[in-house]
């Protein structure tokens, strides 16, 4: 069992950066693809970014490619987003997760456990 914990969420300003963490416990994450998923008021969970268990390979969905930035420390058991450039279409819950294949990365279904979620709020 994985539990997964996220902070580091509240309000940006548009332009602006957040660094969200996600830290885990009951299992070494080395074992897993970690992934941040987010969900925006009305709308359905979605794909941001995951990153591969040895951390050498990322990927993203394509409205946060080139500012969002995911990476991992394995001794701390702790996984990063870092958020740059921010805009108001960010404002989200984010959601951190663990799952076993990187290669189905950006299905929900590939993760087994998951965060309570931390609110992200970008104002204009």
């Known amino acids: 069992q994985v539990e997964l914990v996220e902070s580091g969420g509240g309000l940006g300003q548009a332009g602006g950066s957040l660094r969200l963490s996600c830290v885990a416990s009951?299992?070494?994450?080395?074992?897993?693809?970690m992934a941040w998923f987010r969900q925006a008021p009305g709308k359905e969970r979605e794909f941001v970014a995951a990153?591969?268990?040895?951390?050498?390979?990322?990927d993203y969905a394509d409205s946060v490619k080139g500012r969002f930035t995911v990476s991992r420390d394995n001794a701390k058991n702790t996984v990063y987003l870092q958020m740059n450039s921010l805009k108001p279409e960010d404002t989200a819950v984010y959601y951190c997760?663990?799952?076993?294949?990187?290669?189905?990365?950006?299905?929900?279904?590939?993760?087994?456990?998951w965060g309570q979620g931390t609110q992200v709020t970008v104002s204009s």
């Open positions: 990153i591969s268990w040895s951390g050498r390979t990322t």
């Open positions: 009951g299992r070494a994450i080395s074992d897993y693809a």
């Open positions: 997760a663990a799952g076993p294949k990187y290669s189905s990365r950006s299905y929900q279904e590939n993760y087994d456990y």
